[in-house]
């Protein structure tokens, strides 16, 4: 029963020009034949292949088992990241996750308490300084040897699969929604890690400089409505004043949803239980309705936004500037704007 219930499940998600025989063949690695028996219902399907099955289709073990308790569901988290390989690793799933996704039956919701990882995965100082404090955060022995950004070798293969990241990203219909708040992280990142020397001056300047080339991007985006590539993806950007945003994030494919919670430092949860996911949503509908089109308001209110974040990134740019010209004896005296 619960084979032909797994098999009606997947036919669902297939694509209809792929041989569905073949495809199951291939997540399995078995053959043809092997393939055939079980989805005609010939061989049982193992409760392992049925793990696997579900996770390369994106299958609810909640729905397909039928379990009725609303407080218990079943979730995926992601691996652990310890090194610039396993970031590599990372960010390689999310290009291949992010291009299924390139297609008119797709679209993400991103409730942004943080600038999203996407935008700073490009060729640009400001993307390279994001991954080395990533790897100083996450790999134990970058923190320990206190490499400065400067004299940290960063994998050309880490930079490539982050940029395929981005690039994905910037294919997917997006939708998301912003607060004031959205470049605390960075600039705290950036402000620290010139305070404790391990970036330098100009360094710092370049990367303050990429922040804002970056808002200005997002800032013109916002105003079209789209992204400036050759799709001209659909990009809504939403100003909510009232919500406390949380970085959970729900993509919709097709017929199905899933719900991204994050629960540590580029690790997350994948919740596919229908109604958790439908919950979710309609709760994101509910901010929409008393948030801000950016694309749909007038260039004043759009200004009204941005201007803010522009002013932090003046604020830092000035911290910086103050901290380099004054020994650090004398900052006692000039108490600087925290962040």
């Known amino acids: 029963m619960i084979d032909s219930v797994l098999i009606n499940f997947i036919k669902k998600r297939c694509d209809e020009n792929i041989s569905f025989i073949d495809e199951i063949a291939s997540v399995l690695e078995i053959n043809y034949d092997a393939a055939y028996r079980r989805v005609n219902g010939k061989t049982n399907i193992t409760l392992k292949e049925t793990i696997k099955l579900s996770k390369h289709f994106k299958i609810s073990l909640d729905t397909l088992y039928g379990f009725n308790n609303a407080d218990e569901i079943t979730i995926t988290k992601t691996p652990e990241i310890k090194n610039a390989t396993d970031l590599e690793i990372y960010f390689l799933k999310l290009a291949k996750d992010l291009a299924v996704l390139d297609n008119d039956k797709s679209s993400i919701f991103y409730s942004a308490k943080d600038l999203p990882i996407f935008y700073v995965l490009r060729n640009d100082l400001l993307s390279k300084f994001k991954l080395y404090v990533w790897l100083y955060i996450l790999d134990a022995n970058v923190a320990?040897?206190?490499?400065?950004?400067?004299?940290?070798?960063?994998?050309?293969?880490?930079?490539?699969?982050?940029?395929?990241?981005?690039?994905?990203?910037?294919?997917?219909?997006?939708?998301?929604?912003?607060?004031?708040?959205?470049?605390?992280?960075?600039?705290?990142?950036?402000?620290?890690?010139?305070?404790?020397?391990?970036?330098?001056?100009?360094?710092?300047?370049?990367?303050?400089?990429?922040?804002?080339?970056?808002?200005?991007?997002?800032?013109?985006?916002?105003?079209?409505?789209k992204r400036k590539n050759k799709k001209q993806t659909v990009f809504n950007l939403y100003h909510n004043e009232l919500l406390t945003l949380n970085n959970n994030i729900i993509i919709k494919y097709k017929d199905q949803k899933t719900l991204i919670s994050?629960?540590?430092?580029?690790?997350?949860?994948?919740?596919?239980?229908?109604?958790?996911?439908?919950?979710?949503?309609?709760?994101?509908?509910?901010?929409?309705?008393?948030?801000?089109?950016?694309?749909?308001?007038?260039?004043?209110?759009?200004?009204?936004?941005?201007?803010?974040?522009?002013?932090?990134?003046?604020?830092?740019?000035?911290?910086?500037?103050?901290?380099?010209?004054?020994?650090?004896?004398?900052?006692?005296?000039?108490?600087?704007?925290?962040?």
Request: glycine share 4%; with cysteine; net charge positive.
């Open 262 to 339: 994050p629960y540590s430092l580029l690790r997350y949860y994948l919740i596919e239980d229908e109604e958790s996911c439908n919950k979710f949503d309609a709760f994101l509908k509910e901010q929409v309705s008393i948030s801000k089109l950016l694309s749909k308001t007038g260039v004043k209110e759009r200004m009204l936004f941005f201007k803010p974040i522009y002013q932090q990134i003046k604020d830092l740019a000035d911290n910086i500037n103050f901290l380099h010209q004054f020994p650090m004896k004398y900052l006692n005296q000039f108490p600087l704007k925290k962040y």
């Open 144 to 225: 320990k040897n206190g490499v400065s950004f400067e004299n940290f070798n960063i994998p050309k293969s880490l930079q490539n699969a982050a940029i395929q990241a981005g690039n994905a990203y910037s294919n997917v219909k997006i939708s998301e929604m912003w607060n004031y708040g959205i470049i605390n992280s960075v600039i705290n990142q950036i402000h620290y890690f010139f305070e404790v020397k391990l970036i330098t001056y100009n360094t710092a300047t370049k990367i303050i400089e990429d922040l804002k080339k970056t808002i200005n991007n997002i800032e013109t985006c916002s105003f079209l409505g």
